[in-house]
């Protein structure tokens, strides 16, 4: 994402899914011009770089590391 964009590193993933599923709908659409097409295809391609790296960072913070018999730490999922 570049630096312009409004504050895109602050938005909350589900915002961010929404507004990369409003973009797909318009690509789909392809009433738009090129010029166009191509700002919303590089604001998707951000949208969708950042909701992947929140779904890696939920995804570590449900893992936690625990020692088996072994003493050797193994990656399991986090239960409450």
Do not use: H, W, Y
């Not at 409004?6 to 659409?29: G, N, T, W, Y």
């Not at 392809?30 to 010029?35: D, F, P, Q, V, W």
């Amino acid at each position: 994402m570049k630096k312009g964009d409004k504050s895109a590193r602050s938005i909350d993933f589900e915002k961010a899914l929404e507004e990369l599923e409003v973009i797909v709908k318009q690509l789909e659409a392809g009433n738009l011009s090129l010029e166009k097409s191509l700002k919303l295809f590089e604001r998707g391609v951000g949208l969708a770089r950042l909701c992947k790296t929140k779904l890696d960072q939920a995804e570590l913070k449900v893992s936690k590391l625990v020692k088996d018999k072994e003493g050797l730490f193994q990656e399991e999922p986090f239960e409450e």
